[in-house]
C-alpha cells in the first residue's frame, strides 16, 4: 500500500502551463494520511477482513508500523510530498516474511516463493539475490525462535532486529545474481 500525501498550504487551483490542466496554488505542507483497512474498496478503504490482525512494515524507513485490528483505521503523518510504502500481511499462527529490502512491491517480484512447513518448522523460499548486495527479508516469528538459516550457494544469516515485537532478519549473500533457495529452521 502507498500513502501519498498531496496536502498543500491553500485550497486555491489555478490553470496549469498545459491549458486546462489545474495545479494547486501555495506550497506543499505536512499532513496526516489516513486509510480505514476493513472499508471496502469502492469506499476508499482496503476492503481486508475486519476480524482480521496485520503486519504494516514501512519499506522505505526500514521500520515496523505495527499489528492492526482489520476494522482499524491507520494513519501517518506524512512530510510534505511524501510517499510512504507499507507492506501489509496479515497474522499466521507460524513464522511469515513482512518484508523485503529489494523492492517496492515487497516480494512480489523479489521473492517468487515463501512457504511455511509446518512438519519440518522451516520457512523456505526463493529470492532473487543481486550479486554483491545482501538481500533482507524481515520475518515475524509469531511464537517461534529461529535456530539456523541457510541458503544454497549463497551466506545466510538471520539475527533479531526487533525482541519485543518478535522480528527476525535474514540476510542474503552472493557474489553473483541468481535465484537463490533459502530456509530458516525454527523451535517453539
Given amino acids: 500500500m502507498t500513502l501519498y500525501n498531496t496536502a498543500y498550504d491553500s ?7 498545459a491549458g486546462e490542466k ?15 483497512l476493513g472499508r471496502p474498496n469502492a469506499e476508499g478503504g482496503l476492503g481486508l477482513d475486519p476480524a482480521g490482525r496485520y503486519y504494516v512494515f514501512d519499506f522505505w524507513n526500514e521500520s515496523f508500523v505495527g499489528v492492526f485490528p482489520g476494522n482499524a483505521r491507520l494513519e501517518q503523518n506524512l512530510r510534505p510530498g511524501e510517499a510512504r510504502m507499507l507492506s501489509v ?21 523479489d521473492l517468487p516463493r515463501c512457504a511455511w512447513d509446518g512438519p519440518g518448522r522451516e520457512l523456505r ?3 532473487k539475490v543481486i ?3 545482501p538481500f533482507k527479508i524481515v520475518i515475524a516469528l509469531n511464537g517461534f525462535q529461529p535456530r539456523d538459516a541457510r541458503a544454497a550457494g549463497a551466506g545466510a544469516s538471520i539475527r533479531m532486529i526487533d525482541q519485543r515485537a518478535g522480528l527476525a532478519e535474514l540476510t542474503l ?7 537463490t533457495e533459502w530456509r530458516v529452521r525454527f523451535s517453539k
Fill in 125 to 127: 523460499g526463493t529470492a
Fill in 22 to 36: 489545474l495545479e494547486p496554488q501555495g506550497k506543499p505542507v505536512a499532513s496526516s494520511v489516513a486509510v480505514d
Fill in 173 to 179: 549473500t552472493r557474489s553473483v545474481n541468481s535465484e
Fill in 131 to 133: 550479486g554483491g548486495e
Fill in 89 to 109: 500481511h496479515e497474522v499466521e499462527p507460524n513464522p511469515q516474511f513482512i518484508s523485503t529490502s529489494r523492492h517496492v512491491m515487497q516480494g512480489l517480484l
Fill in 11 to 17: 485550497a486555491e487551483w489555478r490553470k496549469g502551463s
